[in-house]
């Protein structure tokens, strides 16, 4: 598989007719919750497991009756998602990066979109009633937020599995700018998710 190229919007856009363009979403929402009664998991992050036994984000690719990407990846996330993804919309103001390489001729854009804790788990229990559950989508999962004490299980063991495209990075791009992974601690995951 060819290795992934960020690009701009602007050039992503331009690319002609002979591209085709999906659209990826990682959803958020804070967790006040508190694992084991000592490890805070201050966000709850969805990704699935997609038919291809590799780790994603809920979307897919823009048809031609999409009138926007946006458009097109809220129709893939009620698609997989279900019934309670009507009840919020990704928006341009979500988007975060576009990337070309992860097919021929095809750009992946990827958004996320901070939701409530309850919208999040309303999107869990829908998603097994979902059009594309058990065909493109296997099952939803949360990623763990935190490091146990033996310094592999949770995040890092989490970020061994297979991703596909540039998803390990948007998850790690994502954490980062949430707070929820501090510089040093990033530098560590990213050395360790390359290897």
Known sequence: MA?????????????GPDWRHACY???????????????????????????????????????????????????????QL?????????????????????????????YAKSLTLEQLSAVEASATRAKD?????????RVP?????DGVGGLPTFLENCFIGAAREQLLDTLQDLGVVEAGAFSRLQTSARQ
Request: charge should be neutral; charged fraction near 25%; aromatic fraction near 8%.
């Open 133 to 141: 559950h058990g065909l493109e989508v296997l099952g939803l999962v």
């Open 3 to 15: 290795r992934a190229r960020k690009v701009e919007l602007a050039e992503a856009l331009a690319l």
């Open 25 to 79: 979403a990682l959803l958020h929402a804070p967790d006040p919750g508190i694992l084991f009664g000592r490890l805070p998991l201050r966000y709850a992050i969805l990704m699935q497991m997609r038919f291809d036994g590799r780790l994603g984000f809920p979307g897919g690719f823009v048809d031609s009756q999409d009138s926007s990407l946006e458009d097109g990846l809220n129709r893939g996330l009620l698609e």
């Open 82 to 110: 279900g019934e309670a993804a009507a009840a919020f919309r990704v928006e341009r103001p979500d988007y975060r990066s576009s990337h070309t390489g992860s097919g021929p001729h095809v750009v992946a854009h990827f």
């Open 145 to 149: 937020l935190y490091t146990l004490r």
